[in-house]
């Protein structure tokens, strides 16, 4: 009888622990549900630091998205071209701000979906990400204090012997060694940190693309854009910009097929509004 009584409770535990597990296997069936609200969204990085391309804003004027865990919010060029993404794939569009170098990480660690930041599809950057078609092509200008020496500039050897900087991992950096006898100052991370060293005088000017040159002059009497007759020598591939993928992404195919959809004349039209709307502070 004894053994009897022994065995239906040993029977009763059992029945316990698997219904336990039952419960286990519920939560974890429950968890998918997250998996499913990550799967209708299309999350974002950029640095919301490089005007006309993207900036920090503290509202949603001008359709300015809310940066994910942050009271700020993000605009630019490259919002209005993740947004147009965002519905053509019929995601909600999660924008995430980022640093410069953690972009990259960002992306292979599977943190954010897409590189949206104005950044060049370089054949080196290609060996560690896949890059969708070119969503705008530019060409490389430079930053100066109006007034000052290198203004009337019309040839990058006229800035021969100058203090001259780019950022940090860019082919903007790169560029600056065709200048004869340039004093090359070490990379900056971002263009707020060159657009302040250039008021103070502690550089000369800084390499940029047109757009950020145009509203850096814009946002700022203190300095002006130079264009040259005789410019720096870059591959398409750096003047361009294009969405950060990870390799193999099945979404290359799909954002290729949304930016087909973009006119040139519209993506102009685009910039040309990015250029108007940035905040005077950026």
């Not at 979906?113 to 070119?134: H, L, V, W, Y």
């Amino acid at each position: 009888m004894n053994k009897r009584i022994i065995f239906l409770s040993i029977f009763a535990s059992i029945l316990l622990l698997l219904a336990a597990c039952g419960t286990d296997d519920t939560k974890t069936s429950g968890s998918s549900s997250d998996s499913k609200e990550a799967a209708n969204t299309f999350t974002v990085g950029l640095e919301a630091g490089y005007a006309p391309f993207n900036w920090t804003q503290l509202d949603d004027s001008n359709g300015g998205v809310k940066i994910d865990g942050n009271a700020e919010y993000a605009g630019g060029y490259d919002v209005e071209i993740a947004k147009r993404l965002a519905e053509g794939l019929g995601k909600e569009l999660v924008i995430v701000k980022t640093e410069w170098d953690g972009l990259v990480p960002s992306l292979q660690s599977g943190k954010i979906d897409a590189i949206i930041a104005g950044m060049s599809p370089t054949e080196e950057r290609k060996q560690t990400i896949d890059f969708s078609e070119n969503y705008y092509t530019s060409n490389f200008v430079m930053v100066v204090k109006k007034g000052g020496p290198f203004e009337g500039a019309t040839s990058i050897q006229d800035f021969s012997g100058a203090k001259i900087t780019g950022q940090l991992n860019t082919s903007h950096y790169g560029v600056i060694d065709q200048i004869k006898d340039v004093q090359k100052q070490p990379a900056s991370d971002n263009f707020s940190a060159m657009r302040v060293a250039l008021e103070s005088g502690v550089i000369d000017g800084y390499v940029s693309e047109r757009p950020e040159g145009i509203s850096a002059s814009s946002a700022n009497k203190n300095f002006a854009m130079v264009e040259f007759t005789d410019g720096f020598k870059a591959a398409e591939e750096d003047t361009a910009v294009a969405v950060g993928l990870k390799k193999g992404s099945k979404l290359t195919e799909e954002i290729n097929k949304i930016l087909a959809e973009i006119s040139e004349e519209e993506r102009q039209e685009i910039m040309d509004a990015a250029i108007n709307n940035q905040p005077a502070a950026e």
